[in-house]
């Protein structure tokens, strides 16, 4: 498969020892290093990445954008960096999102403890020394690095592991693959070809209207149809963002008290409690805004069947309304739950199958049989090709932590404590592997949150425990396995509340052949997530054996975390959240 890849560094191996490696640099590893050095630990990251940004460094397929309004898409630990930065866009374009991390990293001077083009294999727990050795190999072919650390930060990402399923007779196909997950740096030109793109998940549903504007031909490979609403993206209005930077904090706090760790307009009300007019002048207003706010129409969307059979029927008219070819509209309509699968947010999607190059193949009933030399048969059928693009998504949450071989206690790895699925305490840690930490693991809100404030909270929080055990004279803490077994009990448990755990998502791996079937984010929304954080602190983390502390579960000094240490001030309150907070903290 065609991928971009890392130029050659020349550089000496590391062998530390560093209080914290961090595995990664996209925007969990950038914030690491930073709240790292503010509390006194030295840390070196790996990345694989010749640059920062992470999934957007990687994503770079043409439409690649954000679907959380760029003023929320961004850190909020400095008040600086809200007020200096500017974004162009309500969604800002991948280019300009990768110029932030990049500035970021500049302005708080963190690229001298990255080490690009550097890929981390191995990350093993020496239990006699308390230590994690860290093994890397550097894309240059010039050997690894074997770093000792204290601590070991996991911020490898919830998607950033691609899914390229191994269709038979790809390595004939004469002409280029791509993964949207994978993009060729300096772009590609698809003038005059002719173009297929297996999947139509949100790459596919932000690339496909690009791409047939210089295809050739298109052909879409469709398995699972997806909803998805229109963005109206626009450049941002001067007067909004003065607006929204003079109450920036304001915003920010108003934000973490949403489920989903971002404000916008949400309407608590059921929607059977409205007249079917009444929904559908609801409906229509909210799909006049646009983008994932449309999905705050109704408080019950996602947790009554029959409500949201009424967004459902509604969506699949608009894609009636749009798309010409009576046939194909009804291959783009999706059967299953409104907002199971994530919801897509688009530009022209639907209408690019009015342009009379592009195409749909279903592929639901008759799966891609194989590649040949020129194309993709499906149902004996050739389909003559000169590029192909698999926008065929990610290993979800876990897929990450199974390229690298974690060794905890005992010679476990991770992979194989996982193997029925993943198993963590609060989404940060894991029973077994003392020392580690994951950046919006499984088990956490992560990608049901706005993903930046989601690993804020998570960084703040880990940084604060460090600098505990620092004070207590701790060696190492671990996450108890009755706790971490309640934890888990308690996500699935939740999940079983939203529809969303009802259909074949990446959220429960059934997009990979072979994953176990298991609800891995934590659906009981960002505010409860951060209070169940913040009554673990409070009592002293209690879920954690602390080894060598000089005092028993002491409540920690709250440094980096005030900021989350606020009172639960939910002004939107889902049933999974009832359900979540019925759960005492275990
Ligand atoms: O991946 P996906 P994605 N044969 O898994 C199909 C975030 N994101 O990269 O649904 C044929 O959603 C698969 O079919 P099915 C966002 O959270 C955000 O698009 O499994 N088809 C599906 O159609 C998003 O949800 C943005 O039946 C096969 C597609 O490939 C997540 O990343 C933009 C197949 C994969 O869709 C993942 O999105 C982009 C096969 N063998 C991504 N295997 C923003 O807007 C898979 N498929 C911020």
Redesign the pocket.
Known sequence: MTSKSAPPTSRAPLSGPVDAVVVGAGFGGLYALHCLRQAGFSAVAFETGDGVGG?WYW?R?PG?????ESLQ?SYSFSEDLDQEWNWSEK?APQPEILSYANHVADRFDLRRDIRFSTRVVAATFDEARALWVVETERLDGSGGDRVEARFCIMAVG??SSA?K?P?AGMADFKGPIYH??EWPKDGVDFTGLRVGV?????????SIPLIAEQAKALTV??????YSVPAYNAPLDPAYVAEVKANYPALRAKARSRPTGFYFPFNTQPALASTPEERRRQYEEAWARGGLPFLGAYGDLLFNKEANDTIAEFAREKIRGIVKDPKTAELLCPENVFGC?????DTNYFATYNKPHVSLVD??KT??ERFTAHGLVVGGKTYELDAVV?????A?MTGAFDKIRITGRGGLTLAEKWQAGPRTYLGVASAGFPNLFMVTGPGSPS?LASMIQAIEQHVDWMVDMMAHLRDVGARTFEARIEDEDRWVAHVNEVSQVSLRSTC???YVG????GRPRVFMPYIGGFPVYVQKCNEEMDGGYGGFVLDGATTRNAPPEIRLTRRWHVPLDMDVISPAMLAARQVPVV
């Open positions: 999934t994503n397929y690649a954008r954000c679907d959380v898409y969604y919830c998607l899914n399923p269709f949207t997950g297996i999947g139509t998940g949100s790459s596919a549903i932000q490979f469709q398995r699972t149809p997806n699968k994530r919801l897509c947010v592929v639901s799966p891609i698999c926008a065929t998504g990610f979800a990608v074949s998502s990446w059934a997009n990979v052949p």
